[in-house]
């Protein structure tokens, strides 16, 4: 605990692994592993510069935990794969190429479509079928490097009966000026009847914290959008008042042509990467990020706000290598690398993903029992995990 201070590739590649998320003789009830290590084989993912297995680079996690989307992925992979995590002991890692370039994101929240670079929209299971030959369904939103969508909820969509969409990005300008300047959004609503998809409504890109020019300056960096599009993160580059520092945003709804109001909602006084929100509906509303190469969480309630959580580290060296992303049980999942060293002193480099469970974390349960906050729960169990996954194969047409 630490307090802040203010070429063709066949129709999918196998990627085996041992450091399984799950135990051969756990039963569903119990408890997943604190952290687990999923290393990635060289031979079927290509190496990097160091020899080990290439993660990519802007790794985002479906809500189940069960895929991973991943830019920059090599030669062997193409710009953009798809991994699949197993569901068991025993399982594979499928690899899959995707028509999608560098930067390509998700909409958050549902995983409905995947989104290049230039707005156009693909089914996740069209992506999955049909790898880099899939289709576009329809082409919006914002656009280029930098983006992030999350569909709405039900509470948050003026007509349930459509999808919308909450796309975030900068103003594109050349490639000196990407990665920091004024933000905008971009509400779209689309009609899916689940085999075609068309564009209906959308508001055209709108700036939004207009009335915070006077504390925060008009440019952010880092920007993140939540899991359900009603919140942000980013951090003003020269504010007014304050230092820079990653900062929580409240988004209004906005309408056509008028700026999106903002409210602070709480300051991490600190300058982490960027911070990525846990699901709606959990009491503690988690946030985690990357920081020197670790990875933190926050528990958003008001007596834990100003202290930051380690992920716990068993094996050695552990350095992610992007930020980290949320399922909808709450488990933390991030790219990195390290070491796994034998009770014999012999050390072998590994290079994967890495699962943990912040409900596990002594730090954060000692903090939460000192408050005499309530405790969400335990852990994260096993039935948690396959439920999720259950759950989003059903929404997604996959399958389990």
């Known amino acids: ?9 066949a129709a999918w590649a196998l990627v085996w692994f041992t450091g399984l998320a799950w135990s051969a003789d756990a039963s569903e009830t119990s408890c997943i592993p604190a952290v687990s290590y999923l290393p990635l084989d060289a ?46 002991p025993g399982g594979r890692i499928r690899a899959y190429r995707t028509p999608l370039r560098n930067e390509a994101f998700p909409v958050q929240g549902s995983w409905r479509y995947l989104v290049d670079v ?20 329809f082409q919006g939103g914002m656009r280029g490097f930098y983006a992030a969508a999350s569909e709405l909820d039900a509470d948050g969509a003026p007509d349930p009966s459509l999808v919308w969409i909450r796309s975030m990005s900068w103003p594109q300008g050349d490639r000196s000026g990407q990665g ?7 509400t779209i609503a689309v009609r899916d009847d689940g085999r075609n998809a068309d564009l209906v409504s959308d508001t055209g890109p709108q700036f939004i914290c207009g009335s915070r020019r006077a504390v925060d300056g008009g440019v952010y960096t880092l920007p993140m959008i939540s899991v359900d599009g009603r919140e942000f993160s980013a ?94 049980d709450g488990r933390i999942v991030f790219a990195a690398s390290w070491r796994d060293c034998s009770v014999e002193g012999v050390c072998q480099s590994q290079a994967g993903y890495v699962v943990a469970d912040p409900y596990q974390n002594a730090d954060y349960r000692q903090q939460v029992q000192r408050l005499g906050l309530p405790q969400e729960k335990v852990c994260i169990t096993h039935a948690d995990v396959l439920r999720e996954r259950r759950i989003f194969a059903s929404e997604r047409g996959l399958a389990p």
């Open 43 to 88: 031979a079927v993912v290509g190496t990097d510069s160091n020899g080990l297995a290439a993660l990519g680079a802007y790794e985002r996690i479906s809500p189940d935990g069960r895929f991973v989307l991943r830019s920059f992925s090599g030669r062997r992979l193409g710009e953009v794969s798809l991994m699949e995590l197993p569901s068991g």
């Open 180 to 186: 920091t300047g004024p933000l905008q959004v971009r």
């Open 235 to 328: 951090i003003p580059i020269n504010p007014k008042v304050g230092q820079p520092s990653m900062r929580v945003y409240g988004l209004s709804s906005g309408t056509p042509g008028a700026d999106h109001g903002c409210s602070l909602s709480m300051d991490l006084r600190a300058s982490p990467g960027k911070a990525v929100f846990a699901f709606p509906g959990r009491a503690s509303g988690m946030l985690a990020y990357t920081d020197n190469a670790s990875v933190f969480f926050v528990d958003r309630r008001s007596l834990l706000q100003d202290q930051v959580f380690r992920i716990d580290d068993e094996r050695s060296q552990v350095l992610a290598s992007a930020f980290p992303g949320f399922t909808r």
């Open 118 to 137: 230039d707005g156009r929209h693909f089914r996740l299971r069209d992506v999955l079928a049909s790898e880099a030959g899939a289709q576009p369904l």
């Open 1 to 9: 605990m630490t307090k802040i201070a203010r070429e063709p590739l």
